[in-house]
C-alpha cells in the first residue's frame, strides 16, 4: 500500500522487519520445544537464543542468488548462529513460517481494526442519540417515500456495525492458527509438541489438519469481513453524498478553515473524504474476490496464492484501518441541518402522507384496490399541478364522501410517522 493510506501502527504490523522478527521468534521457539524432546543440546539452544538476528538488506542479498527469502532469511540467521545454525529450520518447511507469522499479523492487524470498530460504532450511537427526534424524509429508489429521523437513519449504520464488529471478531478467530507440521501436513520429521509448543507461546491454536499450507478459506473469509466493513462505510459515505447534494444539503461533511474544495472554483465544499471511502471500499472488494481464487491449490500446496497474499491481505488492513481514520472524525464532526431537512419534507406538497389517507379509507370499509385507485388519482393532480395533496383531497367528492376534513387534516401529522423511535432504538440497544 502506497504511503498516502498507510498509519503507522498498522503500517509496522506489515513492515518486513516485523515479518522476520516473528519468523526469528518462531524459529527460536521450534528449538526451544526440540530441546525439551531432547533433540537439541541445552548449551546449543542458549547459543541459538543470545545469537540468532538476522539483517534485512543481507537477507535481500542471499535471496538474489537463492531466489527463496525463506532459506535466504534462514541463511543469515545461521550465519550470525555459526555451528548450532544446523538445529535451525528442523523438521520445518517454509510455509510453517510463513503461514505462522502472517496469522500473527493478521491478529494485530484485527486488534487494530476491532478498536476502529468500536470507536466508529460509539461515534455512531451518540450521533443516532443526538438526532433521534430530527425529522426528515426518508426515499426509496431516490424518490420521497414517507418521513423518518436522521437518528433512526443513523440508529440503522450503528445495528450493521456491531454485526460488522461481531464478523471481525469472527473473522480474527478464524485467523488464529498456526502450522508446524512439515513438508505436506503430516509431521513427518517434526513431532506435533512441537506444534503445540509454539501456536500457545504465539497465542494461537495449532490448526486440526493441514498440507503444506493452512488452507485458504480461513484467509478468504478474514478478507470478505474487511469488505462487508467497507461497504458499510461506503453505504454510510454514499448516503452522506447524496444528502450533501446542492439541491438537498441535509448534512455536509466538516469544511475546516483553510481547506480547498477546488483547484479551479472557490465556492466548493466536496465530500471528499466521504468519496475516499467508497474509492477505497472497491479495493477491498477487489481483494476479496482475489482470495476466492487462492482457496484452489493444486495437490498438497503451489504457490500461486503467495504473490497475491502479500499484496490483497497486508493491503485491506491498511485500506480499512485508514478509512475508519477518516470516517469517524468525518461523522463525529458531521454538519447536521435541520431547517432543509423540514424543507425537503414539504417538497412534494404532503404526498409523503398518502398511505395514511389510504388506510383511512379502508378502515371505512373501501377495498385497499378502490381506495388505492382513489388515492393515486388525488396523487398524480400533485405530481402535475401546483396543488397541494391535501387542499387536492379535500375537494375530491370522491374522498370527502368517506372522510371529513378534520379526519383528512389528522392524517397529515408528522409526529405519527416518529412514535415508534424509543421502541426501535431499544431493540437496537441504544439507551
Known amino acids: 500500500m502506497i504511503d498516502r493510506y498507510t498509519l503507522s501502527k498498522m503500517g509496522n504490523v506489515w513492515s518486513e522487519k516485523h515479518k522476520m522478527e516473528i519468523m526469528l521468534k518462531i524459529e527460536v521457539l521450534a528449538c526451544e520445544a526440540l530441546c525439551k524432546l531432547g533433540k537439541i543440546p541445552k548449551k546449543s539452544l542458549e547459543r541459538i537464543k543470545k545469537s540468532a538476528k538476522f539483517d534485512i538488506e543481507e537477507v535481500k542479498r542471499i535471496e538474489e542468488k537463492t531466489k527463496h527469502d525463506i532459506v535466504a532469511f534462514i541463511n543469515n540467521v545461521g550465519q550470525n548462529i555459526g555451528p548450532e545454525a544446523q538445529y535451525l529450520h528442523m523438521g520445518l518447511t517454509s510455509s510453517d513460517l510463513l503461514d505462522t507469522s502472517l496469522s500473527v499479523q493478521c491478529l494485530e492487524a484485527s486488534d487494530i481494526l476491532l478498536a476502529d470498530c468500536k470507536k466508529f460504532i460509539n461515534v455512531l450511537k451518540q450521533k443516532a442519540k443526538k438526532y433521534k427526534d430530527t425529522v426528515c424524509i426518508a426515499r426509496t429508489h431516490g424518490v420521497h417515500a414517507e418521513p423518518t429521523s436522521f437518528g433512526l437513519k443513523v440508529a440503522v449504520w450503528y445495528d450493521e456495525m456491531n454485526r460488522n464488529l461481531e464478523r471481525l471478531e469472527q473473522a480474527r478467530e478464524m485467523m488464529r492458527f498456526g502450522k508446524l507440521s512439515g513438508a505436506v501436513g503430516t509431521y513427518a520429521n517434526i513431532d506435533p509438541s512441537v506444534e503445540e509448543f509454539v501456536c500457545e507461546k504465539l497465542g494461537l491454536k495449532p490448526i486440526n489438519i493441514a498440507t503444506q499450507v493452512i ?176 387542499d387536492i383531497l379535500n375537494r375530491d367528492r370522491k374522498v370527502r364522501k368517506y372522510l371529513k376534513a378534520s379526519e383528512i387534516d389528522a392524517c397529515f401529522d408528522i409526529k405519527y410517522y416518529t412514535r415508534h423511535t424509543d421502541k426501535i432504538f431499544k431493540r437496537a440497544g441504544i439507551k
Open 215 to 390: 488452507q485458504r478459506d480461513h484467509h478468504c473469509q478474514f478478507l470478505t469481513t474487511l469488505a462487508m466493513i467497507g461497504s458499510t462505510l461506503n453505504k454510510i459515505a454514499v448516503e452522506i453524498r447524496l444528502l450533501q447534494k446542492t439541491e438537498v444539503l441535509e448534512v455536509e461533511e466538516p469544511f475546516f478553515k483553510g481547506q480547498i474544495g477546488s483547484s479551479a472554483m472557490p465556492h466548493k465544499r466536496n465530500p471528499i473524504t466521504c468519496e475516499r471511502i467508497s474509492g477505497l471500499s472497491r479495493l477491498l472488494r477487489s481483494n476479496a474476490m482475489a482470495s476466492f481464487e487462492n482457496i484452489c491449490l493444486w495437490h498438497e500446496r503451489d504457490i500461486s496464492h503467495s504473490s497475491v497474499e502479500r499484496i490483497i491481505i497486508p493491503d485491506s488492513t491498511i485500506a480499512l484501518n485508514y478509512m475508519f481514520h477518516k470516517i469517524i472524525p468525518m461523522m463525529d464532526g458531521l454538519l447536521v441541518y435541520p431547517k432543509n431537512m423540514i424543507a425537503s419534507l414539504s417538497k412534494t406538497k404532503g404526498l409523503i402522507y398518502s398511505q395514511r389517507i389510504l388506510l383511512e379509507l379502508m378502515k371505512k370499509g373501501l377495498t385497499r384496490e378502490a381506495a388505492y385507485d382513489m388515492i393515486q388519482k388525488c396523487a398524480m393532480q400533485v405530481w402535475q399541478e401546483t396543488s397541494d395533496f391535501k
